[in-house]
């Protein structure tokens, strides 16, 4: 049985939880704060875990004969105990910050974010739970082909704070691109119209730096979702301390930095292309032909971003929401009134019939 780290308040005894309003630890009991530098103490004990599989218990091995199946078990699950009521936690392999379902006291699994596993950097939350479903509700009557009922009627299954582990990746480049180009020109005289068509072979090399580039570490999140909620302000990211995941979920990363890097070069490249494109103007056409990067002094460093995450039921359905949890941008998917886009076509059809008509009488047709 694992160990797990909480935060008591001094005064009370009550669970101590991040407050994103305040960007302190308050006791939602007596309400005294508290600053994250007094509770800096508590991270000590990252650095004192031992790794998970260390020997660190008593272990006697009894060879039996009973017929027991233990198929169903999920070798990645571990068992935590509480220290408030002493409610055994069960969770998943990259569990790393969660709440008792007993006495809901927020929890941090410390051993989970100790050594090669503990981040670099946290973004704290700045929007609360309230901020979350407000833009849920902001974003849903936003869009005019949502069905009414879904407007009205949804109603949240499930919305949590959850910590998602990124890798940040810095590097800088020297790119280079070729372009394939035409320039069109027309005119004409009382007899004929003429085109004229010049073709260019071009060139473009820059070099640039990037910082801080975003691949997220947990296969749990599909990386389109989380792409789509960015930027992330890295200026405003901390020194990891543990005490900033009291009263959320967080995860450990399960896809490797090793493994990131292939998106990371991904997306310097077309960031690259994207730039270097933006310096080709006055041409009709231009086909990028063949584009080169070169990397240099590439780095990566291990940070936690801060998401909401909101699921809703419809009609059998399950829709899942993604909220920024530092700028509050949102991103989700949404049903569609059938209704709403038939009448929108029809409109469309009937003001075509109706130009048609008007061009049909001009010619007496009609």
């Known amino acids: 049985m694992s160990d797990l780290l909480d935060y008591k308040c001094p005064n009370c005894g009550g669970a101590l939880a991040f407050d994103t309003a305040l960007q302190k630890m308050k006791c939602p009991f007596c309400d005294s704060t508290f600053e994250m530098s007094e509770l800096e103490q508590k991270d000590e004990v990252l650095d004192q875990q031992p790794p998970e599989n260390a020997v660190t218990e008593d272990k006697f091995d009894w060879n039996t004969d009973a017929d027991t199946d233990w198929q169903g078990e999920d070798e990645n699950m571990s068992v935590f105990s509480c220290k408030s009521c002493g409610g055994e936690i069960v969770g998943d392999a990259n569990t790393a910050a969660t709440s008792c379902p007993y006495c809901g006291n927020p929890v941090v699994m410390s051993g989970r974010l100790s050594g090669v ?22 974003y849903v009557s936003s869009k005019k082909f949502a069905p009414n009922s879904f407007k009205t009627e949804n109603k949240l299954e499930e919305i949590k704070g959850i910590y998602v582990p990124f890798w940040l990746f810095d590097s800088d480049i020297d790119a280079s691109v070729q372009y394939d180009a035409t320039r069109v020109r027309t005119w004409s005289d009382s007899k004929y119209e003429y085109t004229e068509t010049s073709y260019f072979d071009i060139y473009r090399q820059g070099n640039m730096s990037f910082l801080n580039i975003p691949v997220d ?44 890097i292939p998106r990371a070069n991904e997306r310097i490249k077309h960031s690259a292309e994207d730039t270097l494109r933006g310096t080709v103007n006055g041409y009709t056409t231009v086909t990028p032909k063949a584009s080169y990067v070169q990397l240099l002094n590439g780095i990566s460093k291990y940070a936690l971003y801060p998401v909401w995450l909101l699921n809703t039921d419809y009609k059998g359905e399950k829709y899942t929401f993604a909220m920024n949890g530092q700028t509050g941008k949102f991103i989700g998917n949404l049903p569609v009134d059938k209704g709403k886009m038939a009448a929108l076509f029809a409109g469309a059809t009937i003001g075509i019939g109706a130009v048609a008509y008007a061009i049909g009488a001009i010619f007496g047709l009609f």
């Open 117 to 138: 596993l503990k981040p670099n950097y946290v973004i704290p939350f700045k929007l609360d739970k309230n901020a979350a479903k407000a833009k849920l509700k902001e």
């Open 217 to 260: 570490g947990s296969t749990k999140m599909p990386d389109d979702l989380m792409e789509s909620i960015e930027p992330f302000d890295f200026n405003e990211a901390v020194d990891f301390q543990t005490a900033y995941l009291a009263g959320y979920l967080a995860d450990k990363y399960d896809v490797d930095m090793n493994s990131s």
